[in-house]
């Protein structure tokens, strides 16, 4: 699976340009891969030695401009896994 945090998320204006720690139900999941490189330099290098991506994960926090490859194994449940940003 594939996540994004960027402006062309469905109309949903200024909200994609700041951080969204994004939440899995019913699943844990490891992080492959983060891209950093859609991201202002400066804030990656501020935060990039405060982030763990090792071992089992339900959130992940998404810099606007970042993009997250994860991978997650789904037992027992069969449909529809629902995800959504834990920001008010």
């Given at each position: 699976?594939?996540?994004r945090?960027?402006?062309?998320?469905?109309?949903?204006?200024?909200?994609?340009?700041?951080?969204?720690?994004?939440h899995?139900?019913?699943?844990?999941?490891n992080?492959?891969?983060?891209?950093?490189?859609?991201?202002?330099?400066?804030?990656?290098?501020?935060?990039?030695?405060?982030?763990?991506?090792g071992?089992?994960?339900?959130?992940?926090?998404?810099?606007?401009?970042?993009?997250?490859r994860?991978?997650?194994?789904?037992?027992?449940?069969?449909?529809?896994?629902?995800?959504?940003?834990?920001?008010?």
């Amino acid at each position: 699976m594939m996540n994004r945090n960027t402006d062309d998320c469905g109309g949903m204006g200024q909200m994609m340009q700041m951080p969204h720690p994004i939440h899995l139900h019913l699943v844990q999941f490891n992080i492959l891969e983060r891209d950093s490189s859609g991201m202002d330099r400066a804030i990656w290098d501020s935060i990039k030695d405060g982030l763990i991506d090792g071992g089992w994960q339900d959130t992940v926090l998404l810099m606007p401009g970042m993009k997250i490859r994860i991978i997650m194994h789904f037992e027992n449940y069969k449909g529809l896994f629902l995800y959504h940003c834990h920001n008010l």
